[in-house]
């Protein structure tokens, strides 16, 4: 009889044993806390094809995992996520912020107006850092509602101490996005790094000796905002071959 009682004990320690690791296996594969806020990702223009955006989806749910899951991330895509009465409303991008505790908000390709939003989440007192990534919205109004606004250099442009951008100039690495993309959610995952250092630090550092950066200078009045700046990707050359010389007999 005692050895039944000590063989069911035994039984059931093993079974909690393994409950507790099946448990805790759950809790490091979704790596964040939901506590702590989530990171949220805006699709605009120029970023909201299905394709690039199921592809991008992909790889931020096996880096950092999927609100639905437990994970870091939440995404919106314009204009599908903000329909009303046939419209889409990039206004409600604030009330998404909200309803889903989110500490920063990355916008790919901002459309119009969406520095409204960003202006009603920033007087609202929320600690959400906003970063904008190759804005379509107007230059002046999203460096105000921004912490961060980065943006490409057009191609034939060098980056010295100071570029100007052209309105287009962000579709031409958007093969390169998803890499800038992960790049800006890690600044944010944990400890926010541009609460740490100045911006152009962080930047300089964030993307890797592919990028160069410099600050923006706006064409039309040649003042340069303090939180804008621009990337432009540096092209690897291969080295010359050296050709063999002719054997002396």
Not at 29 to 57: C, M, R
Not at 99 to 111: S, W
Not at 174 to 188: A, G, N
Request: with cysteine; hydrophobic share 35%.
């Amino acid at each position: 009889m005692k050895k039944s009682v000590k063989l069911i004990i035994l039984c059931l320690c093993v079974l909690t044993s393994i409950s507790l690791c099946s448990c805790k296996k759950k809790v490091d594969k979704t790596k964040w806390d939901p506590e702590t806020g989530h990171v949220a990702i805006l699709y605009g223009y120029g970023y909201n094809d299905p394709e690039f955006v199921q592809n991008s989806i992909a790889h931020l749910s096996d880096k950092f995992g999927l609100i639905q899951d437990g994970g870091l991330i939440v995404h919106f895509v314009f204009p599908d996520d903000f329909s009303a009465g046939g419209a889409g409303r990039i206004s409600n991008l604030s009330y998404y912020v909200e309803e889903n505790n989110c500490k920063a908000l990355i916008t790919l390709g901002a459309p119009e107006y969406t520095h409204k939003a960003l202006a009603r989440i920033k007087d609202a007192e929320r600690d959400c850092f906003i970063i904008s990534l190759f804005s379509q919205d107007d230059v002046l109004s999203t460096e105000a509602d921004s912490d961060v606004v980065i943006d490409f250099v057009e191609p034939e442009k060098t980056v010295e101490m100071e570029v100007e951008i052209a309105e287009e100039a962000s579709m031409q690495h958007i093969e390169k996005t998803q890499f800038i993309l992960e790049r800006t959610i890690k600044s944010v995952s944990g400890e926010n790094l541009f609460k740490e250092s100045s911006i152009q630090e962080v930047i300089s550092k964030l993307y890797g000796q592919d990028w160069k950066v410099g600050s923006y200078v706006d064409s039309s009045t040649g003042l340069k905002a303090k939180n804008h700046f621009v990337l432009k990707y540096v092209e690897k050359q291969q080295p010359e071959r050296k050709k063999k010389g002719k054997a002396s007999k």
